[in-house]
């Protein structure tokens, strides 16, 4: 983060102490009748330097950013579209769910207790858990009248108080939906301790709390979840919310091993591999085919093989990325890019400064993630959480996709 931007970002507390060192207000004592403290400036004895000030603020703050290892499930088939999940922690005592990784939609929500059309079994292997704010003492309802639910819908709710729950609707783009309200508790999740190990640390959360499910999120679906978990750029996904209370650095990455399944989930800063990086547009098998290539900005490109944007359905090859039916403020038409095509690729999202990019990578290795804290660098490894069965998910594009303005150059190699 730059100089600049963090001047922006400073309090106003922080301000004041400028001023008051500026002026060179010195604290010796106080009246006899009140507490005598002592107040030592770092920079006694010297000029008020703002740079040092700005320095000091910055290595601060890092002290408190650390990377985070998320457990990642799932598998990538070049015969059907793929499915990756991660396993968090929410309430206290915490309880396991496991939530569908998006970076197409923001919020993160998990199906509740008085849901009456929510899955309740699974064929991939694991125990679905319905959540219940009761039974968490660090579970508690979002208020209408609250700041989030202002935010989330730019002013207040027609017939607000401060005893009616903020609700929430997300519609996803193969049909399904889910709807509820917002609830705030504890989100239980690994921080990077060095190569390979963990730490377990938490962090509070305001989350949906699905209380009714259509089209695939429904009970009618055989390969269910517990929710979704989205990494969009509002204020309202996990990542910004663990950025804005200053735990993570709003950078993410996954690499998704779609020979072995599942892969790599991180947040943080990864320093390897390295990785050329275009702009994020603002808010608004073989031989028988070809290789194709996206170009981007920056001389940026993303070389898709046969086997990684192909797919069998109904006797017919389909191609596994799909004009949005949007288009940007310049009437350019955007196209998604899911999870199919973008296996085998470590895929950076730097939020922060705003920009994507992507290497070829072997998604069951390892990558390296700095922790901001400290300085050091630590190992991040694939996980595999084992399913029982054959993902075969018709969400598409909606996992894990990317939604970029393309400005495509299609060559044949």
């Known amino acids: 983060m730059n100089n600049n931007k963090m001047m922006m970002m400073m309090p106003l ?12 207000l010195t ?11 002592s107040v030592k400036y770092r920079y006694a004895g010297r000029e008020p330097s703002l740079t040092l000030l700005k320095q000091h603020d910055s290595r601060r703050q890092l002290r408190i950013l650390a990377g985070v290892d998320l457990p990642l499930g799932g598998t990538s088939r070049p015969d059907g579209v793929g499915l990756y ?9 915490s309880k396991d769910y496991y939530v569908q990784v998006d970076t197409g939609s923001d919020i993160m929500w998990v199906n509740c207790i008085e849901c009456k059309e929510c899955p309740r079994r699974s064929s991939l292997g694991i125990e679905l ?20 639910c202002y935010e989330m819908y730019s002013g207040s709710l027609t017939g607000c108080m401060a005893n009616v729950s903020c609700p929430y609707l997300e519609l996803y783009g193969d049909g399904s939906s889910t709807a509820g309200y917002f609830v705030s508790d504890v989100v239980q999740y690994d921080r990077v301790s060095g190569d390979l190990q963990t730490t377990a640390t938490n ?18 679906n055989e390969e269910a979840l517990d929710g979704i978990l989205g990494f969009g750029k509002s204020n309202s996904s996990l990542i910004s919310q663990l950025s804005s209370s200053g735990r993570v650095r709003k950078m993410f990455a996954h690499c998704l091993d779609g020979i072995n399944g599942g892969g790599i989930f991180a947040i943080g800063h990864v320093v390897q591999p390295v990785v ?21 900005e920056n001389s940026v490109f993303l070389k898709v093989y046969p086997h990684e944007y192909l797919f069998p359905f109904e006797g017919l090859w389909c191609i596994g990325w799909q004009n949005s039916g949007m288009q940007s403020r310049d009437r350019k038409n955007m196209t998604l890019l899911g999870d ?13 400064n705003q920009v994507i990019g992507w290497t070829e990578y072997n998604c069951s290795s390892s990558i390296k993630v700095k922790d901001e804290r400290t ?39």
């Open 203 to 220: 962090g509070s959360i305001i989350f949906g709390c699905g209380a009714r499910q259509s089209g695939d999120l429904d009970s009618s």
């Open 375 to 413: 300085g050091t660098v630590h190992l991040i490894g694939s996980h595999y959480l084992s399913s029982d069965s054959i993902l075969n998910s018709q969400r598409g594009t909606i996992l894990l996709l990317l939604t970029m303005l393309l400005h495509l150059l299609i060559d044949q190699i």
């Open 276 to 296: 050329n990086m275009t702009p994020l547009i603002p808010n608004h098998v073989d031989e028988a085919f070809p290789n194709v290539t996206f170009h981007f």
């Open 129 to 148: 858990t319905l959540y219940d704010i009761k039974e968490s003492s660090t579970g508690k309802l979002v208020s209408c009248d609250e700041e989030f």
């Open 340 to 352: 199919l095509v973008l296996s085998n690729k470590l895929v950076l999202y730097d939020l922060e």
């Open 27 to 37: 604290f010796a004592t106080i009246s006899a009748s009140h507490g005598v403290f």
């Open 13 to 24: 507390t922080k301000g004041l102490l400028i001023l008051a060192v500026s002026l060179a």
């Open 85 to 93: 999940y991660a396993k968090i922690g929410i309430g206290t005592p």
